[in-house]
């Protein structure tokens, strides 16, 4: 989780001119390359995890998916991603400007098939070469899994201090309680505050459930609808651990009945670090805004806060892994790296818009679910 830091004076404001200017200038001097247009034949294992894979770098266009089989898992995800999907690699490989061919059929005879059918100038990737690709997607998609889960165990950490308050006033009362029993004759008495202290057990019980299931490693199951208002809730009780909230002002701005396609464990890690960033950007102390709609079949959250602001010589690297504001100790750098690689695995994007002294708002973009109404959807 990163803290944004407050503005120094005029100081910052120099060194803010002068970065812009360097990246002006770099901009000028580097346009950005056209992106590399690829084509993936086989829509199995292999090709899924290359879709999962190449879909999230911006330089990489995946211009199609080919497979003789209809119900190959790739195709599905294919149009989860809105990648076009083709029954005959005939079509897929005469793209226009294609690049790259990736065979991941495993078929010698589509080699062959291949090298006859590309336009010039294109390159195909097989054999062994293309299972070595798939072995690196898929150590990279772990790593990630690795980086996430290691950057949320750290910032339990920060859960120490609410954890303890919110436990000891249940075990006080329980302990109260109990004592009373102790020299209770009174039936309906004794009835009472065993019932208090079952109510006092069932808060003690959330709180550890809450935590447990927080923490716990993110599912590898298949992405699932999720009702996001609910998800924006569940991250609030979570955030709450880390974070006062006490004088902070929530408002919420929720569009009924919006889902995300998504991974709910990792949703629900966006949502809290984001939450408890925008608290300590406030310093415990200011209004918190969430809000979610669809615009014209896209899907929004947005995260607000009116705290210090991010200077503008920084907004470029936030996003960068291991970059923090924080002391060392009290940040790794990997929050705001990890929220970006799950929404782009989401298909979607995180853009920031900020302001020094008057607070920062977080925008989340996601294609919306065309069959959002005919599946159920995960709490």
């Known amino acids: 989780m990163m803290n944004r830091p407050i503005a120094q004076g005029t100081d910052v404001a120099s060194s803010t001119a002068a970065h812009a200017a360097i990246g002006s200038e770099r901009n000028k001097s580097a346009p950005v390359p056209p992106p590399m247009r690829v084509a993936i034949i086989g829509a199995g294992r292999g090709g899924t995890a290359l879709l999962d894979g190449l879909h999230q770098i911006g330089m990489i266009e995946i211009v199609g998916i080919a497979d003789r089989n209809p119900s190959a898992p790739g195709l599905a995800r294919a149009h989860e991603l809105k990648v076009p999907v083709y029954s005959r690699v005939s079509d897929l490989v005469q793209h226009p400007g294609l690049h790259l061919a990736m065979n991941v059929t495993g078929d010698p005879a589509m080699e062959l098939v291949l090298q006859e059918q590309l336009p010039p100038g294109a390159d195909v990737l097989s054999g ?6 798939w072995t690196l997607v898929q150590h990279e998609a772990q790593l990630q899994a ?8 750290a910032g339990i950490g920060s859960f120490a201090a609410g954890i303890a308050h919110d436990m000891n006033n249940p075990l006080q009362l329980i302990l109260g309680l109990a004592e009373n029993l102790a020299d209770e ?3 309906e008495a004794v009835h009472t505050q065993a019932r208090d202290i079952i109510e006092a057990v069932k808060r003690t019980s959330a709180i550890c459930r809450d935590l447990t299931s927080y923490s716990r490693r993110a599912s590898l199951r298949q992405d699932a609808l999720i009702g996001v208002n609910g998800k924006l809730d569940e991250a609030l009780k979570i955030a ?5 909230l006490q004088d902070v002002e929530i408002r919420k701005r929720y569009q009924p009945d919006v889902v995300l396609r998504g991974n709910p464990d990792e949703l629900l890690h966006v949502f809290v670090n984001l939450i408890t ?3 300590q950007a406030m310093e415990h102390q200011g209004t918190l805004t969430l809000e979610t709609a669809v615009v014209d079949g896209i899907t929004q959250v947005r995260v607000s806060d009116t705290g210090c602001g991010i200077p503008p010589d920084l907004l470029g690297r936030i996003f960068e892994p291991f970059f923090t504001t924080k002391p060392p100790g009290k940040g790794t750098g990997l929050g705001l790296y990890n929220i970006k690689s799950v929404i782009h695995h989401m298909n979607g994007t995180i853009e920031v818009e900020s302001q020094l002294g008057s607070g920062s708002t977080f925008t989340l973009t996601f294609p919306q679910d065309s069959a959002a109404g005919e599946r159920s959807v995960v709490p």
Do not use: D, F, G, P
């Open 128 to 133: 062994q070469a293309s299972r070595l690709l």
């Open 146 to 153: 690795e980086l996430l889960q290691a950057e949320k165990l």
């Open 185 to 187: 004759t009174n039936l």
């Open 240 to 244: 709450r651990y880390a974070v006062a």
């Open 277 to 279: 960033n925008a608290v």
